[in-house]
């Protein structure tokens, strides 16, 4: 992590600039090749497992420092300090680096073939809640994190069962580590998004009191690669960008292809998980969805932008703002080429 552990702690407003245009970014041309003396700071911890197993990271012709950085608090604070070229996320931290004026772009974006049977989330019912269907949840308490994927996940299941905001009782508590597990078994709440591993921990250990999951049917699986707007508007830097998404593609590709490598390399040997866990995340997961069209990413997203907007008293604005389209097929075209089905 190096330089990030301390930049951090003074990051405060510094590094914003003024925003860049949509129409200018559109416009600009990113060169054909990459000037090996280019260097970004990217924080993407998994892939950078997975590029390392795969033997990908030669495939980066520029020079790299790697953040371990996650989630949108902590990349956004990177960002603004001018720490951060690049970063992992979901769907909710662009839409929030917009309100408090950060300017960013997403630069590439990845789903999950089957969403629907293969959720990153189900929703977590504690013992004697009585809840077995989306509808029971009317005058429930429900764990609430707003600015997280977890909480706008709560509100698209209260959408979904025809409830709103008023006709539950929401807890604001953090949706870090084992919080929300521990809130549902000890009766703080009556439910919560839960994820991962924690899913089959929670059934383990609660389970036999009556605690349960449902599936909430939804689609909960966006994932980006985000960056600020500064960086994909110098050149340069927007070069080695698309060298870094063409290969973190095919890092996707890897991983779904190598579950046996992926255990053992990343979720034993570098989360310290057991392999019991590692074989239930490869399940889960499923397979990779890159597209090259974004505009379903985009509808979503704007889907997204009005529920929040709507929760929060923000304003909404135009999805098409966050989205870099100049980089919209480069992960998918990377992929082709490998299949040689085609590609850029």
């Known amino acids: 992590m190096g330089v990030l552990a301390v930049s951090l702690l003074l990051s405060g407003c510094a590094g914003e600039e003024e925003a860049v245009s949509g129409a200018e970014l559109a416009e600009a041309e990113i060169p054909e090749s990459v000037d090996p003396d280019t260097k970004l700071t990217i924080g993407t911890p998994e892939i950078e497992v997975a590029l390392r197993l795969s033997g990908l990271i030669n495939e980066l012709s520029f020079d790299v420092e790697w953040a371990e950085l996650s ?78 994927a977890q909480g706008v996940l709560v509100l698209r299941i209260l959408q979904e069962a025809g409830l709103t905001r008023d006709d539950v009782e929401l807890v604001e508590m953090p949706s870090t580590a084992d919080v929300y597990p521990t809130a549902l078994g000890n009766g703080e709440v009556d439910a919560a998004p839960i994820g991962s591993v924690n899913i089959r921990r929670y059934l383990d250990l609660y389970g036999p009191d009556g605690g349960t999951t449902i599936k909430h049917g939804l689609r909960d699986d966006p994932g980006h690669l985000w960056v600020p707007t500064s960086t ?48 239930y995340l490869v399940e889960l997961n499923g397979d990779p969805d890159i597209p090259a069209d974004w505009s379903g990413a985009i509808e979503r997203q704007q889907e997204t932008i009005e529920l929040l907007a709507e929760a929060t008293g923000n304003e909404s604005f135009d999805a098409e703002t966050l989205f870099d389209r100049r980089f919209e097929s480069v992960a998918a075209d990377a992929i082709a080429e490998d299949d040689g089905t085609g590609g850029a």
């Open 232 to 279: 994909v508007a110098d050149p340069e830097k927007a070069a080695a960008v698309r060298e870094f998404v063409q290969v973190w593609a095919r890092a996707q590709i890897w991983i779904n292809e190598h579950p046996e490598e992926w255990i053992e390399g990343y979720y034993v040997e570098d989360q310290g998980l057991s392999r019991e866990d590692g074989e």
């Open 71 to 148: 989630g949108g608090p902590q990349c956004s604070e990177a960002f603004r300090a001018s720490e951060l070229d690049v970063c992992s996320s979901a769907e909710i931290p662009s839409i929030h680096a917009h309100w408090t004026g950060l300017d960013t772009r997403l630069v590439a974006a990845v789903f999950r073939k089957d969403p629907v049977s293969n959720p990153i989330y189900e929703l977590g019912i504690a013992p004697g809640a009585d809840i077995r269907a989306l509808e029971d949840l009317r005058g429930k308490r429900i764990a609430y994190s707003p600015g997280q």
